[in-house]
């Protein structure tokens, strides 16, 4: 097949699309695909479009090419009369089998993306647009789990320009989590202690964002689960040894333990999967998806949000969990590709 792997744009999320993009493409390669990796934003110019999807490629080329415009990303964020896709990119993924969606943050979790392929006819890896656009919005996320009985955390919602600094005005005591709604990789999430540590938190939240959300802390264990065509796959624990599962804690190699398949009693296995499987129906997903959720001291389990594009990276959670059921790292981006082409037919 020839397939674009798309990464890059100007999230704060950049990096790390990347470093999926790349080990996306690699295996594509190795199972004999002629896929190419392109930066969505800042496209490609190709001397022969014709010869777009080569027999030989250098990926990691590829990737250092990509990597060149990041010190263009603050004109290309403050530019709006420019088109957002790249040179060549729609050209190059209008003559692709299919797209693989290997980007992360706003500009490609948001559902933007998928709706232009729609209208442009352009198959892509992963769920639509209406999903993608609920499920980056964490307050929206929020009320579709619940109403789909699925539990999640207690808290509230605040508008910049309108936002409350006391706590007690929406039912919450210290510790609680503030964290900005359309966020992704745990930028801009805080958990605080006290007052002084709530107001300047709100503070940072509200520089990154319009809209931020404050719930409730949950003591406990970390979990995710990545769902495949409506079926959870082996849950994964994710432990960090200091703090809690933050960028950093996501993206430094040993700081954080993760045990796949989860040490969880048979019931509790079963009930987190449940779970899982209700919020991707609950949130129109198709395809798959990872969604992450706090189990408490007494093992009552809360969503805290869900993830269109999980990441990719070969050591990210999902390809764990797709390990865990003898899936490789390679055979999980083709089972990838085979779930999202069912999309269309």
Same mark, same amino acid.
């Given at each position: 097949?020839?397939?674009?792997?798309?990464?890059?744009?100007?999230?704060?999320?950049?990096?790390?699309?990347?470093?999926?993009?790349?080990?996306?493409?690699?295996?594509?390669?190795?199972?004999?695909?002629?896929?190419?990796?392109?930066?969505?934003?800042?496209?490609?110019?190709?001397?022969?479009?014709?010869?777009?999807?080569?027999?030989?490629?250098?990926?990691?080329?590829?990737?250092?090419?990509?990597?060149?415009?990041?010190?263009?990303?603050?004109?290309?964020?403050?530019?709006?009369?420019?088109?957002?896709?790249? !040179?060549?990119? *729609?050209? $190059?993924? @209008?003559?692709? =089998?299919?797209?693989?969606?290997?980007?992360? #943050?706003? /500009?490609?979790?948001?559902?933007?993306?998928?709706?232009?392929?729609?209208?442009?006819?352009?198959?892509?890896?992963?769920?639509?647009?209406?999903?993608?656009?609920?499920?980056?919005?964490?307050?929206?996320?929020?009320?579709?789990?619940?109403?789909?009985?699925?539990?999640? !955390?207690?808290? *509230?919602? $605040?508008? @910049?320009?309108? =936002?409350?600094?006391?706590?007690?005005?929406? #039912?919450? /005591?210290?510790?609680?989590?503030?964290?900005?709604?359309?966020?992704?990789?745990?930028?801009?999430?805080?958990?605080?202690?006290?007052?002084?540590?709530?107001?300047?938190?709100?503070?940072?939240?509200?520089?990154?964002?319009?809209?931020?959300?404050?719930?409730?802390?949950?003591?406990?264990?970390?979990?995710?689960?990545?769902?495949? =065509?409506?079926?959870?796959?082996?849950?994964?624990?994710? /432990?960090?040894?200091?703090?809690?599962?933050?960028?950093?804690?996501?993206?430094?190699?040993?700081?954080?333990?993760?045990?796949?398949?989860?040490?969880?009693?048979?019931?509790?296995?079963?009930?987190?999967?449940?779970?899982?499987?209700?919020?991707?129906?609950?949130?129109?997903?198709?395809?798959?998806?990872?969604?992450?959720?706090?189990?408490?001291?007494?093992?009552?389990?809360?969503?805290?949000?869900?993830?269109?594009?999980?990441?990719?990276?070969?050591?990210?959670?999902?390809?764990?969990?797709?390990?865990?059921?003898?899936?490789?790292?390679?055979?999980?981006?083709?089972?990838?590709?085979?779930?999202?082409?069912?999309?269309?037919?």
């Amino acid at each position: 097949m020839k397939i674009v792997v798309l990464c890059g744009g100007v999230s704060t999320e950049r990096d790390i699309s990347i470093v999926s993009g790349t080990g996306v493409c690699k295996a594509l390669r190795e199972k004999g695909h002629h896929a190419i990796l392109i930066d969505v934003v800042f496209g490609f110019e190709y001397a022969d479009i014709m010869e777009a999807f080569p027999e030989e490629y250098d990926v990691d080329m590829a990737a250092e090419y990509i990597h060149s415009f990041d010190n263009r990303l603050a004109s290309a964020k403050a530019n709006r009369n420019r088109s957002f896709f790249g !040179p060549n990119v *729609t050209k $190059l993924c @209008k003559m692709a =089998d299919i797209v693989f969606m290997a980007l992360h #943050g706003e /500009a490609g979790e948001n559902g933007k993306v998928q709706a232009a392929f729609d209208l442009m006819r352009i198959k892509y890896t992963g769920t639509k647009y209406v999903s993608s656009a609920l499920c980056m919005d964490k307050t929206l996320t929020k009320i579709m789990l619940s109403a789909g009985n699925v539990p999640v !955390p207690r808290g *509230t919602t $605040l508008q @910049k320009g309108y =936002d409350s600094i006391d706590i007690e005005d929406i #039912g919450l /005591a210290f510790p609680v989590v503030v964290k900005v709604a359309c966020g992704g990789s745990s930028v801009g999430v805080y958990i605080v202690n006290n007052q002084e540590e709530y107001e300047r938190a709100v503070a940072d939240a509200f520089d990154l964002e319009d809209e931020v959300i404050v719930e409730e802390y949950i003591k406990g264990r970390e979990f995710s689960v990545g769902v495949i =065509d409506g079926k959870a796959l082996p849950i994964i624990e994710i /432990a960090p040894l200091v703090g809690f599962y933050d960028y950093k804690n996501k993206y430094t190699p040993g700081s954080t333990i993760e045990t796949c398949p989860a040490e969880l009693l048979p019931e509790q296995t079963k009930k987190m999967q449940h779970y899982a499987e209700l919020g991707y129906h609950a949130l129109f997903m198709e395809a798959y998806a990872r969604l992450d959720f706090m189990m408490d001291e007494e093992g009552n389990m809360f969503c805290l949000e869900a993830n269109t594009l999980p990441g990719m990276t070969p050591t990210s959670l999902m390809p764990q969990e797709a390990q865990a059921v003898g899936m490789s790292y390679a055979d999980f981006c083709e089972k990838l590709i085979e779930v999202s082409m069912a999309k269309y037919n």
